[in-house]
């Protein structure tokens, strides 16, 4: 079966929708913590980093993010198109796409499986997820 890759569109798409997700998770949780008189401004630091440093990671090794479902697409090991990512392989990738920025994607259009960097590094490929009639 040969695997569909997104385009750098749809995997920028997923990303800003991840993003947004992010925003109003932090909204919430510091309005959770508003309604407590003199929470520690220990429980927000934990919780902004705990949201970014926790939530695509995670998400990944159970095929993708928000954003990835959303555009209908997912990550996979390179090696097994169909196999998902382990939390290693999750963390690599993350901290890999973290330190690189928008530089991880520009390796897109220069390979087969239109890996970025963070997918190279990480030994994964995202591809489009297939509907059952096709």
């Given at each position: ?8 569109s749809e995997r920028i798409q ?50 993708g993010s928000m954003g990835n ?66």
């Open positions: 079966m040969e695997h569909k890759y997104p385009s750098l997923s990303m800003l929708i991840d993003q947004v997700l992010i925003v109003v998770l932090m909204f919430a949780f510091a309005s959770m913590l508003d309604q407590f008189e003199n929470s520690p401004d220990w429980i927000r630091i934990v919780l902004f980093f705990g949201i970014w440093g926790v939530y695509e990671p995670i998400a990944m090794t159970f095929g479902y959303a555009k209908g697409i997912r990550v996979r090991k390179f090696n097994s198109g169909l196999e998902s990512i382990n939390i290693l392989q999750a963390y690599i990738r993350y901290f890999v796409k973290i330190a690189l920025g928008w530089l991880s994607f520009l390796t897109i259009n220069m390979n087969t499986g239109r890996r970025a960097v963070h997918d190279l590094a990480a030994a994964t490929v995202m591809i489009k997820k297939y509907n059952k009639q096709s």
